[in-house]
């Protein structure tokens, strides 16, 4: 009997993993093959062996792009991680101490907005904003005295990476707030009571209470969205096209223009398989992590 409801639930998980083979596995494969070759998109690929891997090792725009990519780590896991833990814990005291339920709905669905919204709308819109002529933050910064701060927030070299990076903090932070509020929802109320009973402040329960009971939430959230950082694309071809001069260039945009508009796309496939291999590793070390340290949690609490 158990064999046969095991292989009855293995036909249930047919169709997903025919599909997960399909449009990921087999696209991974034909793109490594690629990679060894030398082609430019039309006739038969040349084999080139490990050729491109040696030019990319010694490529500078590519390791330059992939300092970028650190820094949109930065800006889409580490920040938004810590704020949307902060910002999570006070709504959630705020909707537990009573009347502040719908407020806190409200609130919570105006962080939450960005995500929803396609980042090709977004990237427009703040194109408009942080435009040098006519935009909308110069013209406030005119309004109110500091004209002097005004700025080609996406065309100036020096300022075009961090101005992308405030861009996708405010994309990315309602991810994180939804996913911590709803981990707060299973901390015991009387952990908080108790502690409040003994003259904790809001910090130390934060520090005490809230960080070590979602600690399961805090290794999802900065493991889904280091990976959307490595593999960030959309936010980079609408505000900046990597630009100016390469200065916002990310490996995902790197692969792009490669493979399009140079043509080069034996290399551009190279990008894209050193890149997927950077994104699978961090997900086996980000699991294993987490999987041990639930482990240790388990073990101290038996």
């Known amino acids: ?94 909707a537990g101490r009573g009347g502040g339920g719908r407020i806190t ?15 090709a709308v977004a990237g427009i819109v703040w194109s408009w ?28 070299p020096d300022l075009a990476l961090y101005t992308v990076m405030a861009v996708m903090v405010w994309v990315q932070l309602g991810f994180p707030l939804v996913v911590f509020m709803a981990g707060l929802q299973r901390v015991d109320p009387q952990l908080y009571e108790a502690a409040e009973l003994d003259g904790a402040g809001w910090w130390r329960r934060f520090r005490h209470i809230t960080l070590p009971q979602i ?20 936010a980079v071809y609408v505000l ?6 390469g200065a916002t260039d990310v490996p995902s945009y790197f692969s792009f223009t490669t493979f399009f508009e140079k043509t080069q796309v034996g290399y551009g496939a190279a990008v894209s398989t050193v890149l997927t291999v950077i994104v699978l590793v961090l997900t086996v070390i980000g699991l294993k992590l987490q999987t041990r340290a639930e482990d240790g949690e388990e073990g101290i609490a038996r």
């Open 105 to 119: 709905a409200v609130l919570r669905a105006c962080f939450y907005l960005p995500q929803v919204l396609p980042i």
């Open 129 to 156: 904003i942080l435009a040098p002529e006519n935009g909308s933050l110069n013209e406030l910064l005119k309004a109110v005295g500091l004209g002097g701060w005004q700025r080609d927030w996406l065309g100036d």
């Open 215 to 234: 600690r399961p939430e805090i290794h999802v959230v900065l493991l889904w969205c280091t990976i959307a950082a490595l593999k960030v694309f959309g």
């Open 240 to 245: 900046t096209k990597g630009g100016p001069g």
């Open 1 to 94: 009997m158990r064999g046969r409801a095991r292989d009855s639930h293995a036909l249930f998980l047919l169709p997903g993993a025919l599909a997960f083979l399909a449009v990921v596995v087999v696209p991974f494969l034909m793109n490594t093959g690629v990679s060894f070759t030398d082609w430019r998109g039309v006739g038969t690929p040349t084999w080139s062996g490990l050729a491109n891997y040696r030019e990319l090792w010694e490529d500078a725009a590519f390791w330059a792009s992939f300092r970028h990519s650190l820094f949109m780590v930065v800006a889409m896991a580490a920040v938004p991680t810590a704020v949307g833990l902060v910002l999570a814990a006070a709504l959630f005291d705020v």
